[in-house]
């Protein structure tokens, strides 16, 4: 199994931590995605040229979601991290969806307002992200410990990475008690996340300091 991959990409973030939850290891190709010569080689297997993009045996996916539903339908020893149950799927799936249309893309709007653009976010952009970390913390409350479920699912997983992106500004999250214990609760549940995170944090240092 291949992975074109960087910590430094939230979804990058949550296809690896499914994958470290799973026990599933990869062949990584750690690449920056920004660079043209990178941008053709990725482009022999995904069109969009984006990353993360998985293979196995000829088999290519891209999208961070759709690679974390194929790792655990594939991989995991039982369903808790993708129920089967409908009902419970359903829900798992709405919050995948949330992420992927409204909690990612007012976090990274945010960040790159502040790191690429230099600029301070405008009250549109702040108005979004505060609406979204909203529903996140009533998603939360809602089911108690977990966004979607009794337990952790990839849900869970995948907000984490968007959430985690903030956490990384300084993001004032005291606003949402919530979103704050569910950080520590999902983080504990993950493998090795204390080095995880300390290879985050000194790899987002160095990608910024290009910027």
């Given amino acids: 199994m291949e992975l074109y991959y960087n910590i430094v990409s939230p979804p990058c973030q949550s296809v690896m931590l499914v994958a470290k939850k799973l026990g599933v290891t990869f062949n990584v190709k750690e690449v920056n995605p920004h660079v043209a010569e990178v941008r053709e080689e990725i482009r022999k297997y995904n069109p969009q040229h984006t990353i993360p993009t998985f293979i196995e045996d000829g088999h290519v996916i891209f999208e961070s ?12 020893k039982d369903d808790a991290l993708y129920p089967k149950d409908a009902k419970v799927r359903s829900v798992v799936n709405q919050r995948l969806f949330f992420d992927n ?29 505060t609406k979204a970390l909203g529903l996140l913390e009533g998603f939360i409350k809602e089911r108690g410990s977990f966004v979607a479920a009794t337990q952790l699912t990839i849900a869970d997983i995948c ?10 500004l300084k993001y004032d999250l005291d606003a949402y008690p919530a979103i704050k214990a569910w950080v520590g609760k999902v983080t504990g549940e993950l ?14 240092l160095a990608y910024i300091a290009t910027l």
Avoid: H, W
Avoid at 159 to 168: A, E, I, R
Avoid at 191 to 204: M, N
């Fill in 191 to 204: 493998p090795d996340y204390p080095a995880f995170r300390k290879e985050l944090d000194e790899k987002s």
């Fill in 159 to 168: 907000l984490l990475s968007s959430v985690t992106l903030l956490g990384g």
């Fill in 101 to 129: 249309g409204v909690m990612f893309p007012s976090a990274i709007a945010y960040a790159n307002c502040l790191l690429k653009q230099k600029k301070q976010p405008t009250q549109e952009m702040l108005d979004k992200l």
């Fill in 65 to 76: 979601y759709a690679i974390a539903i194929y790792l655990v339908e594939k991989y995991g």
